[in-house]
């Protein structure tokens, strides 16, 4: 393993860093625009979403690792 120069190094987390930012505020919004609807039951609908879609990825993940 080796150490990447320092500028690849930093371009490398400003990406990373832009990514999960962008994702956060998708996140953020689209959960706030899904609490506020009475036809998906409102804040425990999302909650509800929320453990099913993590449920999957569990599930997922497990079915998919190398053995």
């Known amino acids: 393993m080796e150490v990447a120069p ?3 190094l930093l371009l490398f987390c400003d990406r990373h860093q832009l990514v999960a930012g962008v994702c956060g505020a998708l996140g953020t919004t689209a959960g706030g625009e899904l609490a ?4 998906f039951g ?3 609908g999302l909650f509800a979403l929320s453990a099913w879609c993590v449920s999957c990825f569990v599930a997922f993940s497990f079915c998919t690792r190398a053995t």
Not at 36 to 39: F, I
């Open 36 to 39: 506020q609807l009475t036809q």
């Open 42 to 44: 409102g804040l425990p």
């Open 6 to 8: 320092a500028g690849i």
